[in-house]
Structures are given as structure tokens and as C-alpha cells.
């Protein structure tokens, strides 16, 4: 499933209704590699370089964690 969120968009990203400020960093393809293989897609760099949004392959939800988390 596509969306249309991605780290070159300005606008905060928005979970549980609480609006996220982005961090207009790169996003990794090893960082989504490690995503995927936990059910995941990163959605965009949040809050500061260390924490991205990923959005869950079955469900749809959204979550923030830290990069090395996802890295684990």
C-alpha cells in the first residue's frame, strides 16, 4: 500500500490526532529494509534526527520510535 506521506513534505504528520512536527532528513533504505522486516513502512523523520513514523503493514496504524529501535 502506497502513501502519499514522505520525508520531502513539510506538513507535520498526524497521529492519534496530535499533530508531529517533521525532520526533513533522509530516510534510509537500510532503515526501511530493518522496518519491513518488523511489519513496518517509515512514513517519515519526526521530531528530530532520531525518531521516525512508521506505519504498520497489517493495520494501517501509525507510531513514532527511534531509529536504532527499529534498527534493533
Known amino acids: 500500500m502506497t502513501h ?3 520525508e520531502f513534505s513539510e ?3 498526524v497521529i ?4 508531529v512536527p ?3 532528513g533522509p530516510l534510509h533504505a537500510h532503515w526501511q529494509i530493518a522496518a519491513r522486516a518488523r511489519g513496518a513502512t517509515i512514513v517519515a523523520r519526526v521530531r528530530d534526527r532520531l525518531h521516525v513514523a512508521l506505519r504498520c503493514e497489517i493495520c494501517g496504524g ?3 520510535s527511534r531509529v536504532s529501535v527499529v534498527l534493533g
Open 16 to 19: 492519534d490526532g496530535v499533530s
Open 22 to 24: 517533521r525532520h526533513l
Open 4 to 6: 502519499p506521506i514522505t
Open 62 to 64: 501509525l507510531w513514532i
Open 11 to 13: 506538513k507535520p504528520v
